[in-house]
């Protein structure tokens, strides 16, 4: 069974700076894409970064703040968020996608962690 943990998020004043971590066990698939995304209250949950075997990408309201990682091969990724700003206030979830033989791609998600960010 696969199972996807966020760890590292919290509060934080104006400026400051957090790390989040997610970590996927379990996955019989072999690592298609990893991403953040946030839900605030009232609003859709968003993509915030995301990483693949091609690309990084990343919503345009942290292009340049928030720096997404991977662990060298392992189903490992980090997001470190500088200059936050109390609009990065939301639930940050993880999102796991794997590949299989068939091609088929399984996704899998984290149970999410709070940032809020004070002004």
């Known amino acids: 069974q696969v199972q996807v943990v966020e760890s590292g998020g919290g509060l934080v004043q104006a400026g400051g700076t957090l790390r989040l971590s997610c970590a996927a066990s379990?996955?019989?698939?072999?690592?298609?894409?990893m991403g953040w995304y946030r839900q605030a209250p009232g609003k859709q949950r968003e993509l915030v970064a995301a990483?693949?075997?091609?690309?990084?990408n990343y919503a345009d309201s942290v292009k340049g703040r928030f720096i997404i990682s991977r662990i060298g091969a392992k189903n490992t990724i980090n997001l470190l968020m500088n200059s936050l700003k109390s609009e990065d206030t939301a639930v940050y979830y993880c999102?796991?996608?794997?590949?299989?033989?068939?091609?088929?791609?399984?996704?899998?998600w984290g149970q999410g962690t709070q940032v809020t960010v004070s002004s």
């Open positions: 990483i693949s075997l091609w690309s990084n």
């Open positions: 999102r796991y996608q794997g590949i299989g033989s068939d091609n088929t791609v399984h996704t899998y």
């Open positions: 379990g996955s019989p698939y072999s690592f298609y894409d």
